[in-house]
């Protein structure tokens, strides 16, 4: 998956507290629209009302889960990256306005046009997801997670867009699968139901850390 937004974001100081404010949240979201459209000629409109309702049930419900973060901050960021994904998959804040642009397929990005052309809205929020997760990572802990060959995978994506109209909590587990981590397909939206936090929690330290939140 190509992330031609990432490396704006990972520009920006602070850049995981600063996206709780609704301010970063709605200008890189518009951002990263931006920068997608430039490169693929996919246009989008986007309704701000939506844009501020995901935003607000994001942060609602990631406060009521944030006392995991304490557990393991790495998988926390991505857990919370899913749920950012789950609300833009359910208020739908953006819509295509005209397609894709007459780009040169090559070897490198058909994958990518294949999959905008199936899923334009789902490509934009997965992508700035999953941008969001990688600039985050290079500035706390200097490396960017690697992504899984199955996030350029046409099937999947045909798997993804049918799941997570249905249920759209599967948005976190399918993008866990994206960046090459086991999903949690029965829960996938609570954090203490994953595989990073059960393995923490069935030591001392993460006991010792819930414990003092």
Known sequence: MELPFR??????????HRLRQLRWFRATFRGS????????GVRFEIDEAKLTRAFLDWVEIMEAQKRFAAIDRADFIVF???????????QAPAREISGLAELIETDQNAGTLEIIRFWPE????????????????EQEFGKAPSIDKCADDLRTWWSYRENVTEMPAYAVAFLDRFLGAEPNWITPDRAQSRQAMQRALGSGRASDALRQL
Do not use: H
Request: net charge negative.
């Open 7 to 16: 490396d704006e974001l990972a520009l920006m100081p602070d850049l995981r």
């Open 33 to 40: 629209a931006k920068v997608v459209s430039d490169t693929f």
């Open 80 to 90: 919370a990256a899913g749920l950012v994904l789950r609300e833009l998959i359910k």
């Open 122 to 137: 789902g490509f934009l929020y997965t992508n700035y997801c999953v941008s969001v997760i990688s600039a985050i990572y």
